[in-house]
């Protein structure tokens, strides 16, 4: 990050002040109700985050005050509309330090993004024989994309290996790398795992081969600083619902000189600058892959949610869930029989484990009656389950709203699952 961001990100920290979990929860209306008699713990962030009010309310303000759909209206709501939608683009810039607000494309999700860069740069630039090099940590939204692509080109896909920590195995990752290599795809943080991966350095050596990087931010944008300029990737992915902004909604980061030479990605209203019979000609950018009337109210949500994460201050989330995640850490891993799946030195926010003789669907069913919020599952990541040879885990994952005494409920909650299954 630029000294510069830094700086405005210290002075925020500095406003703002000691990180109070107790005062952020109040923001979060649907923490505080009971589940099954039981105080909700909602340990389930990986999945999906809760809004805070002024999410809630910048929805709810915009279809009160300003719905209108945005850039082709000179009435006063049309104009509303857009300015509100078009700041939350500048707000996605200096979140991930992007150098333009251009380079910023609102979709669906990290899903959609992914989908995005393969069905265009990918379509465009990898041909037969050529290969696209994932790690074995990956979520399958930054899969199948890479596999449908590999069908249609005659492409090659290509898998780095990770080590029993579940890290990613960095040597065996570059030897994958040669002159055939086009594409790189790797998420930032494993949301099976937590692993978080080396990817300035990823970026790096996929450069030295001439590669495109493609990072998977949805699980590092809700509790990591990211500046997409340091680490120098080519594209990143954003999921809106994982940053407390609504479901639907998310972006895609792009290098201008990238998404200029990409053509679009699917065709219709906005996205063009001129249409006749004969030609169209796209639009800039970033309009020219935004085809069709967006989701504009949940673009505005997020736009609400990122302000308030940057009112808190990233840094600040980053180490409060840090502290949660070590003390969890250190607190499950004294229970007799749980085992710790992922255990990566570098590692933020997921804690995934297993009990013995128990079927991780017994410990979530057990957990929600304790009013206890876990996923369970393969976490949409069924290759890192394979290679841990389990069928499923338990997964906490932690928001910046959970607190240490949440962490005491999980605890006591999987005593009880010991109790309850042997
Ligand atoms: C690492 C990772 N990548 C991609 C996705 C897909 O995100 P979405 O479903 O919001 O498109 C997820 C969602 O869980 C994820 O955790």
């Known amino acids: 990050m630029s000294t510069a961001a830094k700086m405005d990100r210290r002075t925020i920290i500095d406003k703002v002040g000691p990180y109070d979990v107790q005062k952020i929860r109040e923001d979060f209306p649907i923490l505080h109700q009971q589940v099954h008699g039981k105080p909700l713990v909602y340990l389930d962030n990986a999945a999906t985050t809760q809004k805070p009010l002024a999410v809630i309310e910048a929805i709810e303000n915009y279809y009160r005050r300003d719905n209108a759909n945005i850039h082709r209206g000179v009435h006063t709501l049309s104009e509303r509309a857009t300015e509100s939608y078009e700041k939350t683009r500048v707000a996605a810039q200096k979140l991930i330090n992007a150098a333009s607000s251009s380079e910023i494309i609102f979709l669906r999700g990290t899903t959609e993004a992914i989908n995005l860069v393969a069905q265009t740069y990918g379509r465009k630039n990898v041909s037969a024989g050529d290969e696209i090099v994932i790690t074995a940590m990956e ?25 029993d920590r579940g890290e990613l195995i960095l040597e065996e990752f570059e030897k994958l790398l040669g002159a055939k290599t086009k594409i790189v795809a790797v998420g930032h943080l494993s949301n099976a ?146 085992s710790i799946v992922g255990t990566a030195q570098e590692k933020a926010g997921v804690l995934s484990f ?15 009656h304790e009013g206890i919020a876990v996923r369970t599952g393969h976490h949409c990541a069924q290759p890192v389950m394979q290679r841990f040879g389990i069928p499923a885990t338990a997964r906490a994952s932690f928001g910046l709203y959970n607190t240490r005494e949440e962490v005491d409920a999980l605890v006591r909650g999987i005593g009880k699952v010991i109790e309850v299954m042997q």
């Not at 596999?147 to 080109?153: A, N």
């Not at 069709?292 to 302000?307: L, R, V």
């Not at 297993?354 to 929600?368: K, M, Y």
Request: glycine content about 8%.
């Open 139 to 163: 979520h399958h939204s930054n899969i199948v994309p890479w596999q449908m692509l590999r069908e249609e080109k005659g492409a090659k896909l290509r898998v780095a290996p990770i080590n």
């Open 193 to 338: 795992l937590g692993t978080i991966n080396p990817v300035k350095q990823i970026a790096r050596m996929a450069h030295a081969h001439n590669a495109v990087v493609l990072v998977d931010g949805a699980q590092a944008a809700p509790r990591m600083v990211v500046d997409v300029q340091d680490m120098d990737c080519d594209f990143y992915a954003v999921s809106g619902h994982k940053i407390y902004a609504p479901t639907g909604i998310g972006f895609l980061y792009g290098k201008t000189k990238l998404l200029e030479a990409m053509p679009p990605y699917q065709g219709g209203g906005d996205m063009i600058a001129s249409v006749t019979f004969d030609k169209t000609i796209y639009n800039r950018l970033p309009y020219k892959f935004e085809a069709g009337t967006p989701n504009i109210a949940d673009t505005i949500g997020m736009g609400a949610a990122i302000e308030y994460l940057t009112r808190l201050g990233i840094e600040q989330i980053e180490r409060h869930e840090a502290d949660v995640l070590a003390y969890a850490t250190e607190q499950v891993q004294k229970i007799p029989g749980v």
């Open 354 to 368: 297993v009990i013995e003789n128990i079927h991780p669907h017994d410990i979530g069913t057990i957990l929600d």
